[in-house]
């Protein structure tokens, strides 16, 4: 199984975002992460099948995470990017494949 991540890029304080992550297979869950260099990579958002939605505190209300199955695609809308989103975004495919990682930048 394949997954592979994009529309990363670097954005001002403020702006938006969309992540698109596609899988090689149909999948039940995915996950997004971000990870900074030296620090552990964290759980940013999920959704399952059933359409079951999870945040991490520091996302919610600006973050939306959102599935299109026909296209076997998962989607991170970013609003109201702040300098401290600035990671390295990886989706994860029900708990076992991960993508490359795609960079994001929040700088004015």
């Known amino acids: 199984v394949q997954v592979v991540e994009s529309g990363g890029g670097l954005v001002q304080p403020g702006g938006s975002l969309r992540l698109s992550c596609t899988a090689s297979?149909?999948?039940?869950?995915m996950e997004w992460y971000r990870q900074v260099p030296g620090q552990q990579r964290e759980l940013v958002a999920r959704?399952?099948?059933?359409?079951?939605?999870y945040y991490d505190d520091s996302v919610k209300g600006r973050f939306t995470i959102s599935r299109n199955d026909r296209k076997k695609t998962v989607y991170l809308q970013m609003n109201s990017l702040k300098p401290e989103d600035t990671a390295t975004y990886y989706c994860?495919?029900?708990?076992?494949?991960w993508g490359q990682g795609t960079q994001v930048t929040v700088s004015s």
């Open positions: 994860q495919l029900d708990g076992s494949y």
């Open positions: 959704i399952t099948g059933g359409g079951i939605v």
């Open positions: 297979d149909s999948f039940y869950a």
